[in-house]
């Protein structure tokens, strides 16, 4: 793992193993995807090891790897065919050599875990999908939810500030 995705609050233990992960879904990535969706990815893993017990310490990383990118993909509608990049479950399977029906088991176990909301969960959902993504634009203000988009500009700066909402500038991964 490079220096710049360090595994800052990812346990010494588990961190050489974080590495193996990342390895293997940044080579993909850069082979079939962009680079978008291999930081979705290194944030997912960096997530799990975060757990406490951290589910990735056992089992194969290759496994890992394939869940993780299947997980993402689920929530960018990667396997649909008018979006790009597209890939089939298919050909993600044979990409990272282990059995469509593993990764998409092992991807299940990832969501439940992080209690991601499939398609379009805000934390990790794609810079061009985050913009249109309605839940990544809701706020509570005074007890009621509201689109941040009709506030103020200096509300939403403020909000923006606090994560509450993306900004988009920072959220699009060169």
């Given at each position: 793992?490079?220096?710049?995705?360090?595994?800052?609050?990812?346990?010494?233990?588990?961190?050489?193993?974080?590495?193996?992960?990342?390895?293997?879904?940044?080579?993909?990535?850069?082979?079939?995807?962009?680079?978008?969706?291999?930081?979705?990815?290194?944030r997912?893993?960096?997530?799990?090891?975060?757990?406490?017990?951290s589910?990735?310490?056992s089992?194969?990383?290759?496994?890992?790897?394939?869940?993780?990118i299947?997980?993402?993909?689920?929530?960018?509608f990667?396997?649909?065919?008018s979006?790009?990049?597209?890939v089939?479950?298919?050909?993600?399977?044979?990409?990272?050599?282990?059995?469509k029906?593993?990764?998409?088991?092992?991807?299940?176990?990832?969501r439940?875990?992080v209690?991601?909301?499939?398609?379009?969960?805000?934390?990790?959902?794609?810079?061009?999908l985050?913009?249109?993504?309605?839940?990544a634009?809701?706020?509570?203000?005074?007890?009621?939810?509201?689109?941040?988009?009709?506030?103020?500009?200096?509300l939403?700066t403020?909000?923006?500030?606090?994560?509450?909402?993306?900004?988009l500038?920072?959220?699009?991964?060169?």
């Amino acid at each position: 793992m490079s220096p710049d995705q360090s595994g800052i609050g990812v346990p010494i233990g588990l961190r050489a193993r974080v590495g193996e992960i990342v390895d293997l879904t940044d080579h993909l990535c850069s082979s079939r995807l962009d680079g978008e969706y291999a930081a979705l990815c290194r944030r997912l893993v960096v997530k799990l090891a975060r757990k406490r017990p951290s589910p990735i310490g056992s089992g194969q990383a290759r496994v890992w790897a394939g869940g993780v990118i299947y997980a993402v993909g689920q929530n960018n509608f990667l396997f649909d065919p008018s979006e790009t990049p597209h890939v089939t479950a298919d050909q993600l399977s044979e990409l990272i050599a282990v059995p469509k029906n593993t990764i998409a088991a092992k991807a299940k176990h990832i969501r439940d875990a992080v209690r991601m909301d499939v398609p379009m969960d805000p934390e990790f959902c794609r810079g061009e999908l985050l913009a249109d993504n309605p839940r990544a634009w809701l706020v509570e203000v005074d007890g009621v939810i509201i689109d941040a988009r009709m506030l103020p500009l200096e509300l939403q700066t403020q909000a923006r500030q606090l994560g509450l909402i993306p900004d988009l500038l920072i959220s699009r991964v060169t």
